[in-house]
């Protein structure tokens, strides 16, 4: 039972006004877009296929497309660097910024009957339309996560702010199915 991390978000705070068009004539990346009519961030990537960096002129940041909690802290860390280079922020140990939400996959390894699994995690935590989604989705009570299982075994974690978090869900998920004992 191994959970893999597919993708971390993580939110920054400033706690200042950008001017993102200055902002982008002074980054010095492989790939800035600023386009106000189309989106009011500025998308930036420190590093060609790198983690995405949207900033916002409220100087509230996010970064997404990171596949470890190193790979968002190491991005955090250079875009922070570049902006006291810039003297946008004098110290970076006054920027509040947190891991937000942790998307995992992981699987069952056993077909699975998403209309008996339905039933008996309860209805009530439970949404499976398999006419709108192919998935099942399941919100457990005790866990801060949202579990989107297929029948295939393969299973989709998200808004879990830690491996661990989405560790634990799908551990819960897997002993409900243990004593459910569902055949496909």
Known sequence: MMVEIANIVGSGDLDLELDL???ESDLQTPFLEYDPANYHGLYVRLETGGPLVTIYRSGKYIISGCSSMNELEETNK???SDLIQLDI???GQ???FNSQNVVCTADLSQDISLNHLSIGLGLESTEYEPEQFPGL????NSIDSVLLVFANGRVVITGA???KTAECAFSHLSSKIDELDLDS
């Open 21 to 23: 068009e200055t902002l």
């Open 78 to 80: 250079e875009f922070i």
């Open 89 to 91: 922020v004098y110290d």
């Open 94 to 96: 006054n920027v509040d």
């Open 137 to 140: 989705i399941y919100r457990p």
């Open 161 to 163: 702010e830690s491996l």
